[in-house]
Structures are given as structure tokens and as C-alpha cells.
Nanobody
Framework: QVQLVESGGGLVQPGGSLRLSCAAAGTEYSFFIMGWYRQAPGEERELVATITRGGTTNYADSAKGRFAISRDNPKNTAYLQMNSLQPEDSDVYYC?????????????WGQGTQVSVSS
């Protein structure tokens, strides 16, 4: 059974940094795309950043210039370096992975990790 195991969330002061990690367990398959979404209570889950197996990245406008996504394909792990964090970045962050962009692709989600930015 494939699981996405997240770590690295927590409480940080405004202007601080956090690094989220997402490790895929239960498979040696290298996902076509991995990334991070965020979700506030009662809101839709929204994109933060994604990265393909080949290294192509995509960022939400709010993440550009502050966040950097990367991945280690042999380790099947994705990372999100978040800098210059602000209170509006506070949310539950979910790791995302999809085996392929075709209709046969399977989507996986992590359990979520809380990011809180407060003084």
C-alpha cells in the first residue's frame, strides 16, 4: 500500500523558514509528479507547488520567490523549502503525488501537516 509520509511542519515566527518533506512508502515507483497543496478549514484545497520527475516546477503566485520545491527521485521524496513565511501561509499542507497525467494515473495524498506562522 502506497503512503505519502509528511514531516517538517510546525510553528514559526513571521519571516522564518520551514522545510517540508514527503516520502513515498510502499513503492519504488517514481511518480510522474509530486507536490504540495494547502487547505484551510471549509475551503478548497489549493496548489502550492508541483514538480515533475524531470524537474519541471510550477508554483502558485503566492509561493513564487519564497518557496522552492525539489525532489530526490531515487529516494522517492519531495521537499518544500518555505522562506519568508507570513501568517497568511498558515494552513494544513498536503503532499500530493500522481503516477501519470493520463486517465490511468493514480493520485495519492499525504495525511497533512500543520504550518502555523505567528509571533
Amino acid at each position: 500500500q502506497v503512503q505519502l509520509v509528511e514531516s517538517g511542519g510546525g510553528l514559526v515566527q513571521p519571516g522564518g523558514s520551514l522545510r517540508l518533506s514527503c516520502a513515498a512508502a510502499g513503492t519504488e515507483y517514481s511518480f510522474f509528479i509530486m507536490g504540495w497543496y494547502r487547505q484551510a478549514p471549509g475551503e478548497e484545497r489549493e496548489l502550492v507547488a508541483t514538480i515533475t520527475r524531470g524537474g519541471t516546477t510550477n508554483y502558485a503566485d503566492s509561493a513564487k520567490g519564497r518557496f522552492a520545491i525539489s525532489r530526490d527521485n531515487p529516494k522517492n521524496t519531495a521537499y518544500l523549502q518555505m522562506n519568508s513565511l507570513q501568517p497568511e501561509d498558515s494552513d494544513v499542507y498536503y503532499c500530493y503525488a500522481r503516477s501519470a497525467l493520463t486517465i490511468e494515473g493514480v493520485t495519492y495524498w499525504g495525511q497533512g501537516t500543520q504550518v502555523s506562522v505567528s509571533s
